[in-house]
């Protein structure tokens, strides 16, 4: 009776440790193939990423807004005011299609919402860490004065880019206008050779 029960004992020993090592072997299975998911998921991100464009915009130094071309242009407009009109507006672009992701006969047009080039900027092919497309503020901000509209946008064409792709709203501070056209008058008084008069705005 006695190694009957033993017997039982035993074998129900074996049966459960069985059962614990089929419980810890399916727990592992399940750990790799949720680890080869998770890790199969971002390669194909990383790879659905790196066959897309990509840009950042700085103001001076400071980084202002970046995006990759599959996200909606979020930037409303850029920030220029008269704060800022002595800084310069600096983009890096990186071009999926392009060697080391550098674009080349690279420009940025301004345009308003019929499609109508207000200024354009080009900028020479390069390589390294000297990519950036630097365009001054003033000039901007004058561009935007001398258009007959408020709705402007800037634009990025290169090879393999000719059909332009929008980066950016401008829609400057109505001060940072007025600023402009308080400098623009005192240069014009200056060059026919009248004294200057206080300016005044009327807006």
Sequence with gaps: MLVTWFYFVVKFIIHLKSLVMKSMYFKKTLV????FVVVSFTACMSTAKAGLD???????KKLIYERFLDKPLS???LPLSQANANEEL???YFQCNAPDKTGSKRSIALKDGNGNKIKEWKFADSKGSNTG???PVKELLQAERN???SSLSLFYTADGRTEGEKIAYLK???KAISFLHKQWDKSMVKRAGMPLLPYFSWT
């Design 133 to 135: 497309m630097k365009i």
């Design 90 to 92: 600096v983009i890096y």
């Design 32 to 35: 790799k193939v949720f680890l």
């Design 54 to 60: 990509y840009y950042k915009v700085y103001l001076g």
């Design 147 to 149: 258009s007959k509209t």
């Design 75 to 77: 930037l409303q407009s």
């Design 172 to 174: 400057a501070d109505p």
